[in-house]
């Protein structure tokens, strides 16, 4: 068991119409809500409308992923990011991982993961942003001084 603190979540994806040559829908995040339990499962299935939620996610917060989480929170709307995958044999997309880093989806991204976003409600919002507030401290700027300042002693000396 984790002892890291967590908001438990689930992730309602939309299919999407769209008109194109090699596609004939999309995936995007519709909803992230407060995890339900049990298994993935149709909420709506009509014509042009098709939603489908995934539960069961922790959105985790760990100590060293607090600079991404202060630039989410620092945003005009702090959001959950979520990795959608596809299964192979039916094209249809599930919600893969989630979390509220801007850094750690930057990363899955730089991956090759697809990322979607989603804002979080205003109680998730307050929870990360006091857990910020307490929690992130900016690194110190270091600055470097050239090493053509290093005087007598420096580089130059030690090439004659």
Request: without cysteine; glycine residues 8%; negative net charge.
């Amino acid at each position: 068991m984790t002892d890291k603190p967590f908001k438990p979540v689930a992730v309602v994806l939309e299919r999407l119409s769209v008109e194109g040559r090699w596609a004939s829908h999309d995936w995007r995040v519709a909803a992230v809500m407060e995890d339900m339990g049990g298994e993935p499962r149709v909420l709506v299935d009509r014509e042009g409308l098709y939603h489908r939620v995934f539960p069961g996610f922790r959105a985790e917060i760990h100590r060293d992923e607090a600079e991404g989480y202060y630039l989410n929170m620092t945003t005009e709307e702090p959001s959950l990011f979520v990795s959608l995958r596809f299964d192979e044999a039916t094209g249809e997309a599930y919600a893969y991982q989630v979390t509220l880093s801007y850094n750690e989806a930057a990363r899955w991204m730089d991956g090759g993961e697809r990322v979607e976003r989603a804002p979080v409600d205003p109680a998730t919002a307050q929870w990360l942003g006091e857990w910020v507030e307490a929690n992130y401290r900016p690194e110190k700027k270091k600055r470097l001084r050239p090493k053509s300042f290093e005087g007598k002693e420096g580089r130059l000396r030690e090439q004659g």
